[in-house]
């Protein structure tokens, strides 16, 4: 699987966007990106995954450069339980029989300031 | 519906001691990932389970653990003689199936069974 880069700290202020980007400027055109959290002491929770449109669902938004190499995590209006560790990982689609686990790097400790 | 469940969620053995640490899957869900954290790093992926089934144990440790899903009851990750590098948070995670018939990228998590060894 692609690796990914994130960077290792950003705050924003509650109230506003959280903007969260990843590099992954090696991803496959087979390769999916998915984005988990961690809240501190908790299990990881995921978010949303894409593989070239942009999603959103009701926790945040997935808007991933037309070449693919670079994706954006968009939190629009974070809040203090916001704060966590961001994963950015990408997956590839796997066939009936084969397993591939997600393998989660150092991600991005989002801290949300009141 | 339950999500994944954990126990124990607190666990404290001595060395040389045996952890058992116990994770349901989600209803429906019939895979099972389990990952291990060490205080202040990342997550680390151990072994891959179906129902009666080791997929993929590329991450466990090569002695004391083992792992194994039955047809019945919950996965269990079990750790022998534990010693003090073990003690971490234990998490399984559970992931329903796609189109082809394998897991899909959106793995439930449980809260954890943290091991803490004296």
């Known amino acids: 699987d692609a690796k990914t880069t994130q960077p290792p700290s950003m705050d924003c202020a509650e109230g506003r966007a959280a903007n969260l980007p990843c590099n992954h400027s090696t991803i496959s055109g087979n390769e999916y990106v998915y984005w988990y959290r961690q809240i501190h002491s908790q299990g990881p929770q995921y978010i949303i995954h894409g593989l070239k449109n942009n999603e959103t669902n009701e926790m945040a938004s997935l808007i991933i450069t037309e070449d693919r190499k670079s994706s954006t995590l968009i939190l629009p209006h974070a809040t203090l339980r916001d704060t966590a560790v961001y994963y950015c990982i990408v997956r590839r689609t796997i066939s009936s029989g084969s397993a591939r686990q997600l393998t989660f790097g150092s991600g991005t400790q989002l801290t949300v300031l009141p | 519906n339950a999500g994944v469940m954990q126990n124990p969620r607190h666990l404290v053995r001595r060395r040389g001691q045996e952890a058992r640490l116990r994770c349901s899957p989600m209803?429906?869900?019939?895979?099972v990932y389990w990952y291990r954290q060490l205080p202040e790093e990342g997550l680390k992926f151990m072994v891959y389970l179906q129902k009666e089934n080791i997929i993929d144990e590329s991450g466990m440790p090569k002695e004391r653990f083992s792992a194994e899903f039955p047809k019945e009851g919950p996965s269990i990750l079990r750790i022998q003689q534990v010693v003090r590098g073990d003690s971490a948070a234990y998490f399984c995670?559970?992931?329903?199936?796609?189109?082809?018939?394998?897991?899909?990228?959106?793995?439930?998590f449980g809260e954890g069974s943290r091991l803490t060894v004296l």
């Open positions: 995670a559970s992931s329903p199936l796609d189109a082809y018939g394998g897991p899909t990228g959106e793995l439930f």
């Open positions: 209803k429906g869900h019939s895979h």
